[in-house]
């Protein structure tokens, strides 16, 4: 007899799209973010993309044949964690630092959960963190835009950090990407974009990068060197990788929360972490540490957000 | 014979104090980060352990049942006195290499663990043994932790460089790449066990 | 007395220094009792309660008996036979509240005495709160509430940990990392998010 009863778990989503073809479209709203990365900051961007996202594929592919599960690596998934890494790498890395890094976020950030949808932590930060814990050297070592021969250049956030004043970037300068960091988080238009793209289509939804953004940027706004009430929130928001991380990484179904409103609080929550670790804390960026932790705390979120079905407790 | 024999051995893996009751985990984390540290403090664990055990054993019938905890832990900070003033004396590197994990063996929580958990019950010859087998036990687990973690995270065993041009994962330095070691090689030996992934 | 020290001392405890994850103290109990919400809040109230005394009891212990007598370097003996003594305490109480619960708990009850959060807060309330021989103003009150507020940060850890693994008792884990393994590598990853509180200045 067929089984048609399907026991699954969160999220339970009744789309007309598949797994596959989300994921894939999601690659897709990133393509010119990287296209821009390359641009900015020549062939090694594309090597360290190249690298990142076949690793991860191959990684899953190997540890889905050794745990005898089904063998899901074309469904994109593998391969958006492994882009989404190597976005948040400096664009000179060795070439296997992507490589080990795409194989510890898919073994140890997804697959030893179970694989696709029982990840509690977004596969590719665990990724990142692991690699910033790791060889912190080469994580920190940022080449100058537009400048094939790697001349290397603090990013605007490492500079304000040290308290050294900025001079020559513009908020253009920020927004089209002519400045230091990680390759898929420089060009804010080619994010935006993707962004939109993904938005109006409705693969995610406005409520998480919006309330993370403007949390972080009220909170810089209010806490501003000169003064209460006088940061550079717009600065704040087209720097580092806020952009890339509020619209690409916080908004993943499977670690995120379910409810609108819990949605807003880890929105709010991630914005919060962001902003304190960016302020006050020893690393100039901290959107990857910020979603982590709210990852975390998203299993507890969704049980007090939870929506109240008639007739349980 | 056989009896005491099993007590042993039962330490080292089916009881192994890390891997299988999860005890002792801050000096697990703090101190295998090199095979010489770890060594060193399994020594020391297992001769605490072995001296709280016997005394515990011995005094079972004497120490009222509503105030053992402060009794057991006064008989174990003595041995933790005798063996720092002991390792200051005859092993000062080490010492010093352990730093405050020495004294913080009065709260491994193995110790007080063996004493609550069988000491206070058991006769001392096979609370001897328990104790003996526990401190192996985690004197090998400490050795194969910090083996990994040293290998990895240092690039060298017992101090000396094994790959040129190898870059180690400071990771693996840190307390988180501690807990990361510990719970894949729990999967690993859960795999050995059963047979299957 | 400094408002303002409150402030810093809760956010530093509950947070950025969070007694688990960050100063990675207490964390025998905290992989073996997590599972479950329920006896995870049970565990965290109790180790609450003994951080709290302990923090009351040790800093007179400390500012009246070991300074004027020179003794200051039997503190970690003398706090830890204090914390004994509650422990004991709290155990007896709990074993006549409830049984099923005492019997849960097995061994780490008693274990709470040796839980080094709880050491822990003794021996950061004298380093924090004592400049030499002498004694900040406020130090008591800080003290204490450094008490409520590790405890806390062990609730919130707690807390987090147990909604984690009790979604993932849902899922389809793979069989060789089911509970421990797998509680040991989201302790590691907790921890490395953690990290970004590092150099944390106020």
Redesign the interface.
Known sequence: MKNNLIVSDSPHLHKEESVTKIMWLVVASLVPAGIAGVYIFGFSALRIILLGAISAVITEGILQLLTKRKVTLLDGSAFLTGLLLAYNLPPKVPFWLPMVGSLFAIAIGKQIFGGLGQNIFNPALVGRVFLMASWPKYMTSFTQPLNYDAVTSATPLALIKEGKVLENISYLDLFLGKRGGCIGEVCILALLLGAIFLLMKGYISWHIPITYIATTGILTYIFGTKGLFSGDWLFHILSGGLILGAFFMATDYVTSPLTRKGQIIFGIGCGLITAIIRLWGGYPEGVSYAILMMNGATPIIDRFTKNRIYGTR | MKGYFREFVKGIIKENPTFVL?????PT??VSVSVINGIGMGIAATFVLLGSNIIIALLKNIIPD?????C???VI?TFV?INEMVMKAYSPVLDRALGIYV??I????I???RA??YAQRETVLNSFFDGLGMGVGFTLALILISAIREFLGAGTILGYKLIKGF??????A????A??V???L???F??LK?R?? | MNPAQFLTIFISAVFIYNVILSRFLGLCSFVAISKETRPALAMSLSVMFVTIMSSIITWPIYRFLLIPFGLTYLRTISFILVIATFVQFVEMVIRKISPPMYRFFGIYLPLITVNCAVLGVAVLNVDMFFVGSKAIPGSFYYSVFQGVCVGLGYTLAMLLMSGIRERLDLCNVPKAVKDFPLAFIIASIMSLSFLGFNGFRF
């Open positions: 999860v005890l002792g985990l801050c984390l703090a509503r105030i053992r905890i402060p057991f832990i006064v900070a006195t004294p913080l009065v709260v491994n929580c110790v007080l663990g609550e958990a870059e180690p994962a400071f990771v693996l840190m307390p988180s790449g807990l990361l510990i719970g894949l729990l999967g690993f859960n795999v059963n299957k992934i």
